[in-house]
């Protein structure tokens, strides 16, 4: 028997976007209320990120867009699935 578990999340209980450093793992979250601009370089080793442009970039264009679509919330769910590790 597969036993998974599911949490739906409406798009205005997301309250914050977390950034970490893929070098040393540093984190900073950002509010969505807020005016975010995810940093070229990480704030603690100072590493540049344009290493990882298309992520960045990717992320940039994810924040923008939930940031629009939280206004019409009620149009959209985000569903989470964890499953057991085998």
Do not use: G, N
């Not at 540093?26 to 442009?53: K, W």
């Not at 940039?60 to 919330?73: G, S």
Request: aromatic share 4%; net charge negative.
């Amino acid at each position: 028997m597969t036993r998974e578990h599911r949490l739906v999340l409406s798009l205005d209980e997301i309250a914050a976007v977390r950034w970490q450093c893929p070098t040393c793992h540093v984190a900073i979250s950002y509010a969505l209320t807020e005016t975010i601009r995810l940093p070229d370089q990480c704030p603690s080793c100072h590493d540049p990120l344009d290493t990882y442009a298309d992520a960045t970039i990717a992320a940039r264009t994810f924040v923008h867009a939930l940031k629009q679509v939280r206004q019409e919330a009620s149009l959209l769910r985000l569903e989470v699935v964890e499953t057991p590790d085998a």
